[in-house]
């Protein structure tokens, strides 16, 4: 793909380069903040959220040795995969409507944002036709905001065990979107909260489920969900820049 020089990039692109710079940023953070908390610096993985942005954009962060990439929307999954497949590996963390499971089965290897047994019971319809096990994550409301997705904490292990009964869908485990904030501190006991949540969806040992992906931390706030203990973070703006919704 040509290379744009800076005065035709489009408003909030990044150059390949900057793309690249931020990249390194972002892995050297987690690997401090893993260090600061006695974790191994390679147990967080990093999925670069790409929503809204451009396949050049992918293209760079992949030439940077970025293989995961996370996406919200149905259609976009659809687009990027049809021109780049299996050379990157996808995971879908926006709201999925039932309808639209049937679109992206194929496609991603894990589902961050399950919300509902609907939802779950959908993906085990679709995936048994694809003949494939779905891996998921249960979405949780941890902070219980009136506006957000997501499970209550209550309800989380629950669910596991009714989605556990699913042949086709395999809980590996959670997810949260916590409050946005400008101060990443105040969202460190919702981080923990979590954390707790997931320690005990692993201890209760159900069948078919398993606790081995905590996801959590976003651009704002990563490095406090690091510490407390997330093995994946979704991380678009701190990589890509700042999303254009108008287009
Ligand atoms: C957009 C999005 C992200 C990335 O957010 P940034 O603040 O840009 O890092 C992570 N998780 C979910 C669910 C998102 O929708």
Redo the contacts with the bound molecule.
Sequence with gaps: MEEKNAAELEENELTPEVIVENLKDVRGKIERACARSGRDPQAVIL?A?S?TKPLRDIEAAMKAGQHLF?E?YVQEIREKYEQLGEAAEWHM???LQRNKVKYIIDKVSLI??VDSLALASQIEKEAAKHDKIMDILL?VNIAGEESKWGFTAQETIPAAQKISEMPHVRVRGL?T?APITDDPETNRVHFRNLKKLFDQLGAAGIKNVSADIL?MG???D?EVAVEEGATMC???????G??NYHK
């Design positions: 999925c959220v929503k996370g919200n963390i926006g709201h961050h944002s979405e997810m979107s996801s976003m651009t704002g990563y979704r991380i678009g703006t701190g990589i890509f700042a999303r």
